[in-house]
């Protein structure tokens, strides 16, 4: 079986949004100190490279992310192609390369190409709220994107008020538009507003 990791590698100096926590790794129990073991330890922030929104990241009082649907996180996904779009808007997502029914939705955009660069780019394109309602009006349950956020707020509130899960910082660089399986599973963290994944795509 082919498994195509579209994950982004973990490690300090890494892009973050603008004002997260940045990527400290240390080791503080070290078999070179004399310990009996290696135990690290990593300070980041929960929305942090490849990662799930959950529904309190925008909405007051709505559950962590160990309330999404596992089910969700496993499936049929098609890849889209919009890299040679300029905003991520209603008439990009509903020009004609949305296939319906859309369960799973995973934009792959110009963003890809900000992932060869060691920090945060702010040339990156997001959905605005009419464009997460034309993918909510598609039948999506979840919507991933090739950068550090899904949209703006209103993209963030219309998605997951509608239960639409919201992956971010996926690496579709080297992935062709089409039909796969796709999984991941956020880790389940209690009250968390997001949990960090590993995601993956298998060729149908």
């Not at 090739?146 to 919201?166: E, F, K, M, N, Q």
Request: aromatic share 4%; net charge negative.
């Amino acid at each position: 079986m082919t498994i195509i990791d579209i994950s982004v590698p973990i490690r300090e100096r890494m892009p973050t949004w603008p004002g997260d926590p940045v990527v400290r790794l240390d080791q503080p129990i070290a078999i070179a100190k004399g310990d009996p073991a290696n135990v690290g330890r990593i300070d980041a922030g929960l929305h942090t490279g490849t990662h799930v929104d959950g529904p309190r990241h925008f909405l007051e009082g709505a559950g962590g992310v160990e309330t999404l649907a596992l089910d969700t996180f496993f499936g049929p996904a098609e890849v889209v192609d919009l890299t040679a779009a300029e905003a991520l808007d209603e008439a990009a997502i509903r020009g004609g390369v949305l296939p319906l029914p859309a369960e799973r939705v995973l934009l792959k955009t110009r963003n890809s190409r900000l992932w060869a660069l060691d920090e945060y780019s702010d040339d990156n394109i997001r959905l605005d709220g009419p464009a997460a309602q034309a993918l909510v009006d598609a039948g999506a349950r979840l919507v991933g994107i090739d950068y550090l956020s899904i949209g703006d707020g209103d993209a963030h509130r219309t998605l997951l008020s509608a239960g639409v899960a919201c992956v971010e910082g996926l690496d579709l660089r080297d992935v062709a538009p089409g039909r796969y399986t796709f999984a991941c599973f956020p880790l389940r963290i209690v009250g968390a507003d997001g949990g960090p994944t590993r995601a993956v795509l298998m060729p149908t």
